[in-house]
């Protein structure tokens, strides 16, 4: 097994695939810090100062105006309300909730990656394994070794792990070490606030504590990984059902975008809340943030997660071992 | 021939998708050292049967032994005396050719780094095996193919359409290394191709295939013999038909031209006793039947598609 996963990690390598995902994910960051660069300088000018608790109040006091407005929809005002409700308490307590420093850019850059970026880079890794041996046609090649066949799936699927993994690594040290540069490398010990649970509208704040922010950072991972494990098993699966690499893409990244615009318009149709790609934002639930559709939560987004990733892995062992290769 | 051991036995093997019967109790054996030719048009069933051999597909009913193991039930071990090329050798194009053999090396407990320098060295890569495959040409890519497929010591190599895309200098290349396999290493080889001349030229026995079944095995010798055919350019047509009728079987005849059976002891008197009568022979000539002619012949009728 160690033999196979050495061969799957052999042509992971030359295939460059690796280095394509570090140079986006670079290129990403560097976006995202020269952008919060200019969104601080340019905040800076309009008050004149640097103080975090007159911007906050700013917010408070805009978001309140726009409670106060007529024609904003009930969903919206409760979610607004929540907010509010959050940025005060971090008020009283004196707590910059954006402090810049790296640990802060990297904590909100996987906050904000995780629908999208993170399952897409997943995506162009993990399509290819299986489908592109396929299409090329070397599929022959590996079934017809004496090696049964669930075990060439399964060192594939050890090299989606080792892959998932590593993107999630390269995540959290690029997005360190490239904003670090920009505003500096401290601020781990940062308390942050987490514990927020949601009932009806109401943001209940009895379970609410306070961790610093490495540990906050390093549940964040772990829930990364969560979803990107669940997204390359199902990857895999279409992998191994498609021939064609970009029809495997093409899937995933009409599920995906369709996920994002779903969890922002699915609060009515409940049933919604069964589809992967509506449960991959649980970094919220820790963050305090608003689940899309009532009824779930961290424990149900992580179940509804790992039965599709199972599933996805069932499916397609049975499919690749029981398949006529032409 | 006969009292060699089997080396692979294949027994009423059928392949259905959905209803359509692709292959349709096929049966034979291939014996030890022997070169075992699959003719059949595009088609006819030699890839799905090819790659049913080797366990790509599992076959609807019917049994595939290897040196007594039953494919279906011990794939391991009935494999593993198996070398293969299911139609063109796919290799990973971005991993040199060494690299593609050490991918193959890894998947087979007990392949040394010798055994590598040694197929490498068996078909004449040593030059180009550290460059990437995608800059072989097509020649080479067979060769590596060959190489991969020579990698675990089978007794037993399935090649199908070995010369395809091959030059005429590749294509002899490759007849003589399989001859050479068969007869020196006593490897079994089973070549799959649409043409027979190459198959006519390395194959010892013969099984021809249309619309996925047997319709004869036999002796390539046998198999030749019964089929070659003397064409006599006559004029006058007339006269010479009913000379060359006496002696010989006429199987058509057209613009000038009789068909013959090729029967060597009679055509140098049918062609004195032609000459005497004043009948012009202008040409004599023995050619081996097309495909589609011995298509035509054995299945009475029935074209190629």
Same mark, same amino acid.
């Given at each position: 097994?160690?033999?196979?996963?050495?061969?799957?990690?052999?042509?992971?390598?030359?295939?460059?695939? !690796?280095?394509?995902?570090?140079?986006?994910?670079?290129?990403?960051?560097?976006?995202?810090?020269?952008?919060?660069?200019?969104?601080?300088?340019?905040?800076?000018?309009?008050?004149?100062?640097?103080?975090?608790? =007159?911007?906050?109040?700013?917010?408070?006091?805009?978001?309140?105006?726009?409670?106060?407005?007529?024609?904003?929809?009930?969903?919206?005002?409760?979610?607004?309300?929540?907010?509010?409700?959050?940025?005060?308490?971090?008020?009283?307590?004196?707590?910059?909730?954006?402090?810049?420093?790296?640990?802060?850019?990297?904590?909100?850059?996987?906050?904000?990656?995780?629908?999208?970026?993170?399952?897409?880079?997943?995506?162009?890794?993990?399509?290819? !394994?299986?489908?592109?041996?396929?299409?090329?046609?070397?599929?022959?090649?590996?079934?017809?070794?004496?090696?049964?066949?669930?075990?060439?799936?399964?060192?594939?699927?050890? =090299?989606?792990?080792?892959?998932?993994?590593?993107?999630?690594?390269? *995540?959290?040290?690029?997005?360190?070490?490239?904003?670090?540069?920009?505003?500096?490398?401290?601020?781990?010990?940062?308390?942050?606030?987490?514990?927020?649970?949601?009932?009806?509208?109401?943001?209940?704040?009895?379970?609410?504590? *306070?961790?610093?922010?490495?540990?906050?950072?390093?549940?964040? *991972?772990?829930?990364?990984?969560?979803?990107?494990?669940?997204?390359?098993?199902?990857? !895999?699966?279409?992998?191994?059902?498609?021939?064609?690499?970009?029809?495997?893409?093409?899937?995933?990244?009409?599920?995906?975008?369709?996920?994002?615009?779903?969890?922002?318009?699915?609060?009515?149709?409940?049933?919604?809340?069964?589809?992967?790609?509506?449960?991959?934002?649980?970094?919220?639930?820790?963050?305090?943030?608003?689940?899309?559709?009532?009824?779930?939560?961290?424990?149900?987004?992580?179940?509804?997660?790992?039965?599709?990733? !199972?599933?996805?892995?069932?499916?397609?062992?049975?499919?690749?071992?029981?398949?006529?290769?032409? | 021939?006969?009292?060699?051991?089997?080396?692979?036995?294949?027994?009423?093997?059928?392949?259905?998708?959905?209803?359509?019967?692709?292959?349709?109790?096929?049966?034979?054996?291939?014996?030890?050292?022997?070169?075992?030719?699959?003719?059949? /048009?595009?088609?006819?069933?030699?890839?799905?049967?090819?790659?049913?051999?080797?366990?790509?597909?599992? /076959?609807?009913?019917?049994?595939?032994?290897?040196?007594?193991?039953?494919?279906?039930?011990?794939?391991?071990?009935?494999?593993?005396?198996?070398?293969?090329?299911?139609?063109? /050798?796919?290799?990973?194009?971005?991993?040199?050719?060494?690299?593609?053999?050490?991918?193959?090396?890894?998947?087979? /407990?007990?392949?040394?780094?010798?055994?590598?320098?040694?197929?490498?060295?068996?078909?004449?890569?040593?030059?180009?095996?550290?460059?990437?495959?995608?800059?072989?040409?097509?020649?080479?890519?067979?060769?590596?193919?060959?190489?991969? $497929?020579?990698?675990?010591?089978?007794?037993?190599?399935?090649?199908?359409?070995?010369?395809?895309?091959?030059?005429?200098?590749?294509?002899?290349?490759?007849?003589?290394?399989?001859?050479?396999?068969?007869?020196?290493?006593? &490897?079994?080889?089973?070549?799959?191709?649409?043409?027979?001349?190459?198959?006519?030229?390395?194959?010892?026995?013969?099984?021809?295939?249309?619309?996925?079944?047997?319709?004869?095995?036999?002796?390539?010798?046998?198999?030749?013999?019964?089929?070659?055919?003397?064409?006599?350019?006559?004029?006058?047509? $007339?006269?010479?038909?009913?000379?060359?009728?006496?002696?010989?079987?006429?199987?058509?005849?057209?613009?000038?031209?009789?068909?013959?059976?090729?029967?060597?002891?009679?055509? $140098?008197?049918?062609?004195?006793?032609?000459?005497?009568?004043?009948?012009?022979?202008?040409?004599?000539?023995?050619?081996?039947?097309?495909?589609?002619?011995?298509? &035509?012949?054995?299945?009475?009728?029935?074209?190629?598609?």
């Amino acid at each position: 097994m160690i033999n196979l996963v050495h061969n799957e990690m052999i042509k992971l390598v030359r295939k460059k695939r !690796l280095y394509v995902i570090i140079a986006i994910i670079a290129v990403l960051v560097f976006l995202f810090t020269y952008a919060q660069m200019k969104q601080v300088e340019s905040m800076q000018e309009r008050l004149g100062t640097m103080d975090w608790r =007159t911007e906050l109040q700013q917010e408070i006091t805009n978001t309140q105006n726009r409670l106060n407005s007529s024609g904003i929809s009930d969903e919206w005002r409760g979610y607004l309300q929540i907010q509010v409700s959050q940025q005060q308490y971090y008020l009283e307590q004196d707590i910059n909730p954006s402090a810049p420093g790296a640990p802060t850019f990297m904590r909100v850059f996987i906050e904000n990656s995780i629908d999208l970026v993170l399952p897409l880079l997943v995506v162009v890794v993990v399509a290819d !394994l299986v489908s592109s041996e396929s299409s090329v046609g070397t599929i022959k090649m590996l079934l017809t070794r004496p090696v049964k066949r669930w075990r060439i799936l399964f060192s594939k699927l050890l =090299t989606m792990i080792l892959s998932v993994s590593f993107i999630v690594l390269s *995540l959290g040290f690029l997005s360190y070490a490239i904003s670090g540069a920009v505003f500096g490398y401290s601020g781990w010990n940062l308390p942050i606030l987490t514990g927020f649970a949601i009932e009806g509208e109401e943001l209940v704040t009895t379970n609410v504590r *306070l961790i610093e922010q490495w540990q906050y950072i390093l549940m964040e *991972l772990g829930l990364t990984w969560f979803v990107g494990i669940t997204v390359g098993a199902i990857t !895999l699966m279409l992998s191994v059902i498609m021939r064609s690499t970009a029809a495997v893409m093409g899937v995933m990244l009409a599920a995906l975008i369709s996920g994002a615009i779903l969890s922002n318009m699915v609060s009515s149709w409940e049933s919604a809340k069964y589809f992967f790609m509506v449960n991959l934002r649980v970094t919220n639930y820790i963050s305090g943030m608003g689940a899309p559709i009532d009824g779930m939560s961290l424990g149900f987004s992580l179940s509804v997660l790992a039965i599709w990733g !199972l599933a996805a892995l069932v499916i397609a062992f049975i499919t690749f071992t029981r398949k006529d290769v032409y | 021939m006969t009292d060699l051991p089997s080396t692979l036995v294949v027994k009423n093997l059928c392949k259905k998708i959905g209803r359509k019967e692709i292959i349709k109790n096929l049966s034979f054996e291939l014996k030890e050292g022997e070169v075992f030719g699959f003719l059949g /048009p595009n088609g006819s069933g030699k890839t799905t049967t090819v790659r049913m051999l080797v366990g790509l597909i599992k /076959p609807t009913s019917g049994e595939v032994h290897i040196y007594g193991h039953h494919l279906q039930k011990d794939f391991i071990k009935a494999i593993d005396n198996i070398g293969c090329i299911v139609e063109n /050798p796919e290799l990973y194009p971005y991993l040199t050719g060494w690299e593609n053999l050490q991918q193959f090396a890894r998947m087979v /407990p007990g392949i040394k780094k010798a055994r590598l320098k040694e197929v490498v060295d068996l078909v004449g890569l040593q030059n180009r095996i550290h460059d990437t495959v995608k800059t072989y040409s097509l020649g080479m890519r067979q060769r590596l193919g060959i190489a991969q $497929a020579l990698l675990g010591k089978p007794k037993v190599l399935i090649l199908d359409e070995p010369t395809n895309g091959l030059d005429p200098g590749g294509i002899r290349e490759m007849r003589e290394f399989i001859r050479t396999l068969a007869e020196r290493d006593k &490897i079994s080889i089973l070549v799959s191709s649409h043409l027979l001349s190459e198959i006519q030229l390395m194959c010892d026995r013969v099984a021809i295939i249309s619309k996925g079944q047997i319709i004869k095995i036999d002796s390539v010798e046998h198999l030749l013999a019964a089929q070659e055919r003397v064409w006599w350019t006559l004029d006058p047509v $007339a006269e010479g038909k009913q000379i060359i009728s006496k002696t010989m079987t006429i199987f058509s005849e057209k613009e000038g031209v009789i068909v013959t059976n090729y029967d060597e002891k009679n055509i $140098a008197s049918v062609n004195e006793t032609l000459v005497r009568k004043g009948v012009r022979v202008h040409g004599i000539e023995v050619k081996l039947p097309t495909l589609e002619d011995l298509f &035509i012949e054995l299945t009475g009728g029935e074209t190629i598609d």
